[in-house]
């Protein structure tokens, strides 16, 4: 049992540096091969713009009319 504990925790280690060293990978400048935090932060904060852009901005003019069942419970008994 603790053979396994310990196996189970070096497979997480080991999945863990896995995991940091692709997005090192995937994240540095392949000129210099550091990794540009400065534009990464800048890149965070345009995404981050054009989501909250794009959530308030969807559509100003629409007016939301609820025009549903307002029987749920009669419904249900039609469905079955």
């Known amino acids: ?10 497979n997480t280690i080991s999945a863990q540096q896995y995991l940091l060293d692709y997005e090192k990978e995937i994240t540095q400048d392949p000129a210099t091969g550091t990794v540009p935090r400065e534009r990464l932060q800048a890149g965070l904060q345009q995404i981050l713009q054009q ?30």
């Open 51 to 80: 989501q909250q852009a794009k959530v308030q901005g969807a559509i100003p003019t629409m007016v939301w009319k609820e025009r549903g069942p307002k029987n749920l419970p009669g419904l249900y008994g039609v469905c079955y």
């Open 1 to 10: 049992m603790i053979a396994q504990k310990i196996e189970h925790e070096a």
